[in-house]
Antibody, heavy 120, light 110 residues
Framework: QVQVVESGGGVVQPGGSQRLSCTMS????????MHWVRQAPGKGLEWVTFIFYDGSNKYYVDSVKGRFTIFRDNSKNTVYLQMNSLRVEDTAVYYCARGSGAAATALDYWGQGILVTVSS | QSALTQPRSVSGSPGQSVAISCTGT?????????VSWYQQHPGKAPKLMIYEVNKRPSGVPDRFSGSKSGNTASLTISGLQAEDEADYYC??????????FGSGTKVTVL
């Protein structure tokens, strides 16, 4: 069965940095693209970023371009989200999710979510 | 990359059917057959219910079905059950390997 462990959240000051990790097991991690999705407190889901199965291509929502970087280490079955120049509006629960199906658009396994709070 | 438009809430009695709409544009919902739907209970991670407009993952009851017409996709829940009470989000491709979620709909079972 698929297992997911996320780590790296916490409280960070505006302008600071944080790195999230998501380790998945139970399947061939290197064969799947991976997404990060976030949810601000009391708000809806927002797609943040996607990385190809081999790390060769990455895509971002406009609001995080130039500040966030997604990358992966297939030898560790782990995908990361490096977040720099954090803003108060980046406060959210961040979920990693596996992309399946056509164009990896079916997010079929999700992490438990990790809270990142940006506050002074 | 504006959020897709969903009704804020829908409700129905047990056994009834409810439908949730998801309206986008010709650049997202209207341009791709990559619409998915997610169920989220309070404090929990989302769960995939429908993908590629009308495909159901294994384990999802056939009470859940999806469709699309033009710029609007829909999720129908037939034979509503108490455990279906949750928030539901649509999601569509919005360009090459980018996605956009809907605003979310709260389903209440009366």
């Amino acid at each position: 069965q698929v297992q997911v462990v996320e780590s790296g959240g916490g409280v960070v000051q505006p302008g600071g940095s944080q790195r999230l990790s998501c380790t998945m097991s139970g399947f061939t991690f290197s064969s799947y693209g991976m997404h990060w999705v976030r949810q601000a407190p009391g708000k809806g889901l927002e797609w943040v970023t996607f990385i190809f199965y081999d790390g060769s291509n990455k895509y971002y929502v406009d609001s995080v371009k130039g500040r966030f970087t997604i990358f992966r280490d297939n030898s560790k079955n782990t995908v990361y989200l490096q977040m720099n120049s954090l803003r108060v509006e980046d406060t959210a629960v961040y979920y990693c999710a596996r992309g399946s199906g056509a164009a990896a658009t079916a997010l079929d396994y999700w992490g438990q979510g990790i809270l990142v709070t940006v506050s002074s | 990359q504006s959020a897709l438009t969903q009704p804020r809430s829908v409700s129905g009695s047990p056994g009834q059917s409810v439908a949730i709409s998801c309206t986008g544009t010709s650049s997202d919902v209207g341009d791709y057959n990559y619409v998915s739907w997610y169920q989220q209970h309070p404090g929990k991670a989302p769960k995939l219910m429908i993908y590629e407009v009308n495909k159901r993952p294994s384990g999802v009851p056939d009470r859940f079905s999806g469709s699309k017409s033009g710029n609007t996709a829909s999720l129908t829940i037939s034979g509503l059950q108490a455990e279906d009470e949750a928030d539901y989000y649509c999601c569509s491709s919005a360009g090459t390997y980018t996605s956009v979620f809907g605003s979310g709909t709260k389903v209440t079972v009366l």
